[in-house]
């Protein structure tokens, strides 16, 4: 072979191993090129989330146990307001509205404005029936209150409660269809009383039937009031210095004053038939607890005979409320205590505890305690009396623990009393140098007037 020749083979089998293709021909082909890669598609953005959430709502529903219903009102923000069967509303401030999950849920959170309590309402879009009567509503709810516990119910649209922002229809509920709901707050009627008592500006102590008002002592303390209004029992100190003091009965029919029991006695209460009267007697140097029936004073007898400091009168037909300087009592009958709760429970930091504090029992709710006592420091602004001493009174729940203060703390306040129907609230107000004077708030702390000149109010009917 030529030289020529053989350098054209060399230069054949060179290309053949370069393209990487077997051929069975003598004659080479040109190699096939490699296939690209598509460019990558860019990504596309995320589908936005949808912030919207059902606003202007009520939820609703049985409590736990036997608590009565609830209701709670959701703004645009959030939870509003708190409403239970013989509570005030509980005020509720709007924190804010996530959803919970991918799901129709959403959580509405608030402060309970009183106390600071966390609140949260779950609610799920699915079909939901609070109770027997069988209606459906568009939403189940859950609302948990860090004191109160947790509520379970329903929901629905409920533009009608918001009248400012009523202007969005319910295109979810057709609540003319469904049987109508009555919120806790709407139940109670207010009622001023029709027989009071008081202490006037002069210290007399007076008797009020409806407009009428009659002086029946020139003094007198520790006023109560019989539950038909007729029969005013008061005390009266016998000695400038000493400790003798004389419980005295006024009856309005007769129009005449009766001393009933005399030495170291005080604080005076009816029973709420009126049938017995229960009052504190000072034997073996400590305050024991004694009860004679209405008409037999002579025959009055011990109930508790360990050492107390206040008696704050009957919480029913068989049990009374009294203190010492820790605990309260609930005392039967039989004389023993069916229940006990520690005074630094009820009080908490900012109230301190004195021989002078009132407890009272709300009279449609058990469970809720009006109380009265000094502030352990005095509030920036705070008025003191005398002694130095700001005072005021809060509600305090006995189940939940829960406690709201509702005298102003730029007034001195004492000796809160309740009004029969159990929603309006009557208390001492001292104003610099003026006479002491009562006034009225609604149980809610709302719309506060002065009522009377005058101090020590009590109701009869």
């Known amino acids: 072979m030529s030289s020529r020749a053989s350098a054209f083979a060399l230069l054949t089998a060179a290309v053949i191993i370069i393209g990487g293709a077997s051929y ?19 990504a596309a953005p995320a589908a936005p989330q949808s912030t919207h959430y059902p606003i202007l709502l009520l939820a609703f529903g049985p409590a736990a146990g036997n608590d009565g219903a609830w209701s709670i009102r959701i703004g645009q ?12 509303p509980a005020m509720l401030d709007p924190v804010d509205v996530a959803r919970d999950g991918a799901s129709d849920a959403w959580i509405y959170r608030a402060k309970d404005s009183a106390t600071g309590a966390d609140v949260a309402v779950h609610l799920t879009r699915e079909s939901c029936s609070p109770d027997a009567t069988g209606a459906k509503y568009t939403f189940r709810a859950i609302a948990q209150h860090a004191q109160i516990g947790t509520l379970n119910g329903c929901a629905r649209i409920a533009a ?18 469904k049987p109508p709901l009555v919120l806790a707050a ?22 009020g039937v409806g407009a009428t008002r009659k002086v029946v002592a020139s003094e007198g303390t520790e006023l109560a009031l019989s539950h038909d209004g007729k029969k005013l029992l008061f005390t009266r100190s016998d000695s400038k210095n000493g400790p003798d003091r004389t419980i005295v009965l006024y009856d309005s029919t007769t129009a ?30 400590k ?14 007898s011990p109930l508790y005979t360990y ?23 609930w005392i039967s009958d039989d004389g023993r205590p069916t229940q006990t709760v520690a005074l630094k429970d009820i009080y908490g930091e ?22 009265s006592a000094p502030y352990v420091k005095a509030p920036a602004g705070a008025p003191t009396d005398s002694m130095g001493l700001a005072a005021g009174f809060f509600l305090y729940e006995l189940h939940s623990k829960r406690r709201v203060v509702l005298s102003p703390i730029d007034q001195w306040a004492r000796h809160a009393e309740w009004s029969h129907d159990g929603a309006q609230i009557f208390y001492t107000r001292r104003i610099s140098a003026a006479p002491l004077l009562t006034f009225r708030m609604l149980w809610d702390a709302s719309n506060p007037k002065r009522y009377l000149e005058g101090s020590d109010f009590v109701v009869g009917k």
């Not at 069975?24 to 860019?42: I, L, N, V």
């Not at 709407?186 to 210290?203: C, E, H, M, N, R």
């Not at 209460?269 to 007697?281: I, T, Y």
């Open 24 to 42: 069975s021909g003598a004659r080479a082909q040109a190699p096939t090129p490699q296939a690209k890669k598509p460019a990558a598609t860019p």
């Open 77 to 88: 923000k959030g939870p509003e307001r708190l409403d239970r069967p013989g509570y005030p």
């Open 160 to 177: 009608e409660l918001f009248p400012r922002i009523n202007n969005q229809p319910d295109l979810e509920d057709d609540s003319d269809k």
């Open 186 to 207: 709407d139940v109670i009627k207010f009622q001023l009383p029709t027989a009071v008592a008081y202490v006037s500006s002069a210290g007399k102590v007076v008797l």
């Open 256 to 285: 005449r004053s009766q001393d009933l029991v005399h030495g170291g006695v005080r604080q005076a209460f009816w029973s709420p038939d009126d049938s017995r009267v229960a009052f504190l007697n000072f034997q073996d140097q």
């Open 287 to 300: 305050w024991q607890l004694w009860v004679f029936s209405a008409g037999s004073p002579a025959q009055a």
């Open 307 to 329: 050492s107390l400091t206040s008696l704050h009168g009957w919480t029913d037909a068989h049990t009374l409320l009294a203190s010492d300087m820790q605990n309260a009592y």
């Open 350 to 371: 900012s109230f301190d505890v004195a021989g002078s504090d009132t407890f009272r029992l709300n009279p449609i709710n058990p469970d809720l305690l009006l109380v």
